[in-house]
C-alpha cells in the first residue's frame, strides 16, 4: 500500500472504531433498560469500560503513531482526538447515571 | 502491455461515431432528442431548476401558514388545510428542495472541478432526475385530489395510520417520497464513484478541491441514512396496505419504531444539507480572500467525523418519549459535541477570512450571513440537546425557530451565494452587484425579523402546527411580526428572481473565470464546451488555476492534457486510482438515450398505480422497468483492449479489477442494501427486546430449514467466487454454467429461508411481520441475483460479450457474494430464534 493509502485508513479507523464504540454503549444500555432485561447495571458498566478501553485505544492509535508521510498528519491527528472525545462522551452517561433511571 | 492494438472493429465500437469529431461525439441532442441528454450539465441544470421551482411552491405555503397566524383567530385557512400546507411546506422542503437542488449543484460541479468529462455514470444521472421529477409531481398532485398529506412531516404513527388518516393522503407522502429518495442515492452512489475514479491525473485525494470531499462524505451519508427512511416507509406502507401490525401495540408493534427509523435518517439527514452548503462555503470563501482555505487538513478531519457522529444523535428528537434516562442521557452528550467539529470549520472558515482582505461581493454577504445566522442556530441546538431545556421547549416555536436557523443559515444563505457564483458559470453572464445587495440585505432582514422573534414566541408557550392562537396571551404582536418578516424575505426571493431572468439578457459578460477562482471548473470561458476539457490537463496543486500558469496563460483547448484524441468514436474520460489519483483506465461513456427516462416511467406508473389501488397497472410498470434496465444494461461490452491516451499512458479501457468503476459502484450499492438491511434487523431486534411476551407468542423457525438455507447461502458464496475465477479466465463456456449454479443457489436460499418461517403469522405479532419483512427484503435481493446471472449467461450466449470482456461476471460475483452474506446473516438470526427461543 502507498503511503497516502496508509494515511487515509489512519483516518479512517478512528471513525470506525468511534461507529462500534457507540453500537456497544447504545446496545448495552439496550440491552440492560429494555424490559427484556438482558443484563443487569453491573454488566452494563463492566462491558461499556472495555469497550471504551478497547475502541479508545483503537481511535487514538493513528494520533500517536501517526503512518509515514506528511499528507494527512495533520487531519488524522484532528480526526483522532475528535473521536476519542466523542467516544469519552458517549460513555461519561454510564460513569454518571446509577440506573436506568425510568 | 506496451503495444497499442487497435482493431478496426471490436464490440466496443459498436456504437460509436468514429465519422464524427470529439465536439460533434458530445454535442447536446436538440429537438426532442434534448429530453434524452445525459450530459452532467444538462442533469444538474434540470436538477437545480427544479429543486427552485419546489422552493417556491413550498415558500409560498411557508406564506400562506404566516397569513394564517399573522392576527389571532384568523379564518384564512380551516384547520385542515392548515395542517396539509405546514406538512407539505416541511416535506416539500426537505426531501425535494434542499437535498436535489444540492446534489444537482454536485452533479454539475464535481466533473469539472475533478477534470472528468462527465459524471461517471450519466444515464443514472438521468435515470435519478427523472425519478426525483415523478416523485415530486406524485406528491404535489395530492393537492389536485384534496388529499395533500397532513401527517407532519416526520408523519407519525398512528396518525398516519389507515384508523386515524383514512384514504390516500398518506399513501401519497409515503409513496412519492420513497420514490424521490431512490433518486438521492442513486446520486449519492453515482457521486461516490465519480470522485474516487476520475479524477484528473495526478489528484490523489489530498489534491482534491475541498468541495469534492464534502460531497464524498455527504453521499456517503445519503447511502446509509436515507436506507432507513426507505424501510420505514415501505413498513408504514404495507402496513396501510396489507395491514401489517409493525406499529400496532397490541400485538407486540411500537410505534416509537417509526420514530426510530425517521429519525435514524432524519437526524443525518439535516448534517447531509449542511454540508454540502458548507462545501459551497469553503470554495467562495478563499475566492474572495485571494488565499487558500485555512485549514485543509482540519477540515477534511472536521467534515469525515461530522459525517460519522451525525448518526449518533437521533434519539434527540425523541426526548419527550419516555426513552430511558440513560438513553436520554447518551444522546444528549453526543448531541453536545457534534458542535466541535462544527466548530473547527466555522473557525476554518473565519480563519481563512482573517488571512486576508476580503472582496465583498455579493456571494460574500451571503456567505457571511450564512456564518452569522447558523452560528446562532448552532447556539440553540446545543441549548436543544439538553434534556430539561428540551422538554420545556420540545414541540414549541422556539424550535421551529431553530431548525429554520440551521436550515435557512446553513443551506439556504450558502445555496443563494452560489446561484450569484456560479450564475455566471451556468448563463455566461453576471448578476447585478447592486440588486444583489438589495436580495441579500431583504433576504437577512427578512429572515431575523421572521425566525428571531420566534423563539421568544416559542419561550411563551406557542406550541408548533397550531392553525390559530387566542388573542391577549402575549403572541399576537410576535406573530404579526413574524409574518411581516415573511413577507420582507419572500420580497428578498423574488428580486432574486427578478434578477436572475434580467441577467439571462442584459447581465454583463462573464468572459474567463470571472472572479478570479483558483478550482477546475472555471479553466474554460463560461458557456463552454460541454465534455469540459479537449484534454484533461494534470494536477498538482488545489488550486490549479493559481499555481499552474499554463491554465490560464493559454486558450483553453490548447491546455495540454491526456485523452485529447478520441478513441473509436465514443465518449470517453480517464479513469484513476482511488487513493493517488493516477490514471489507471479509459472510462467509456454512453451517448443520449431515453431508455433511463422510459425506465424511471415505467417505475413512476407502478408507483402511482399502487396509490390507486390499481395493482395490474403497478404489476405492469414493474415489469416494463425491468425491461427498461435490461434494455440499458443489454450494450456491447467495453473491455478487451488498451488504447494511447497520451502523455505517456497507454491504459485498458473499462478495466477487469476491483478498482474499476464499475467495481466500486457495486461495492457502493451493497453499502446501501446494507444499510437497508441494518435497518430491518434493528426492527428486529428492538421489537424483540421491547416487547418479551409477544416474541414468546411469535413461532419459532424450523431448525431443518434455517440450518439448510445457511448451507444454500454458503454453497452461493462458493458458487459466486468460482464464477468469478472462470470469468477472468475467459472460460466462457464454463462461466455460463457459474452462472447457472448460482441461479440454482439463489432459489434454494429463498426457498429455504422461505420454509424457515413458514408458521410464522406475520398479522399475528409485529415481530412475526418484521422477520417477513426482512425475508422479503432478502429474496428481492437473491431475486436480482437470479436475474443478473440470467442476464449474463444469456449474454454469453447470444456472443455479445467475449473473451477479456468478464466484467459483469466479476461485478455479479461481488453482488452475489454480498447477496450470499444477506442469507447467512438472516439465517444465523432465525437460528438464534430457533436455539435460544424467542421468549
Ligand atoms: C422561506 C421561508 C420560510 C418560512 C417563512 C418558513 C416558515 C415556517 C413556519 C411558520 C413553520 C411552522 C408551521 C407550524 O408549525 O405550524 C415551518 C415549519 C417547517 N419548515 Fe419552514 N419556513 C421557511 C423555509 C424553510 C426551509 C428553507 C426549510 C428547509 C430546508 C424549512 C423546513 C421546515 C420544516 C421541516 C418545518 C416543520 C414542518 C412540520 O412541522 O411538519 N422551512 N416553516
Ligand atoms: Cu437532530
Redesign the pocket.
Known sequence: MTALGRQVWGLTIPAVAWAAHFIAIYALISAACAPRGLIDIPLMFGLGIVATVLFGIAALWPTIRPPKGAALTGAIRVGGLIFAVAILFDVLPLIFSSGCGG | MTAVDEPQSYSGTRKGEPDKTIEEVWAQPTGLRWWSSVSHRVVGKRFIYTGFAF?II??FL??L??TQ?IVPGNTFLDNET?NQ???M???L??FL??IPILEGFAVYLIPMMLGARDLIFPRLGQFGYYCYLFGGIIVLSSFLFDAAPD????MYVPLTTNAFTPGVSADFWLIGITFAEIASVTAAVELIVAILCARAPGMSLTKMPIFAWYILITAFMIAIGFPPLIIGSILLEANRLLGLPFFDPTVGGDPLLWQHLFWLFGHPEVYI?FLPAAGMVATILPTFVGKPLFGYGFVVAAVISMGFISFGLWAHHMFTTGLPILSLSLFSAASTMVAVPTGVQIFAFIATLAQGRPRMTTPMLFVMGFLFIFVLGGLTGVMLASVPFNWQAHDS?FV?AH??YV??GG??FPLFAAFYYWAPHITGRMMSERLGKWVFWLMFI??NA??FL?HVTGLRGM?????TYPEGIGWDRLNLL?TL??YI??AG?ALFIFDFIRHLRHGERAGRDPWRAGTMEWLYPTVAIGFNFHAIPPVETREPLWNNPNMLGKNAEDVEGVMRKMHDGRRETIGCDPVSGSPVQIVRLPHPTFTPMFTAFALAVAFAATIASAYFVAIAGIVAGLLGFTIWAWEPSDSGVTRDAGMGYVLPVNMIEKRSHMHIATVGTMLVLYALLGSLIFALLYLWNVYPNFAAQTAQPNLLWTGLSMLAGLVLLILAMINRRVAVADKIGLATVMNLAVILASIACTACLALAIQRTDPWGTALGATMWATLGFVALNLFITLYWALFNAARKVTGRVGAGQSLPDFNLATYAKGTAVMVLITGGLFLAATLGGLS
Open positions: 422552493f413550498a415558500g411557508a406564506l401558514v404566516r397566524l392548515y400546507v405546514f406538512t411546506h416541511g416535506t422542503m426537505m428542495f434542499a401527517g407532519g412531516w416526520f444539507i416555536y421551529v431548525l429554520h436550515l435557512i443551506m439556504v427578512g429572515f421572521t425566525f420566534m406550541p408548533r402546527r397550531i392553525a413574524s418578516g415573511s424575505l419572500a426571493v
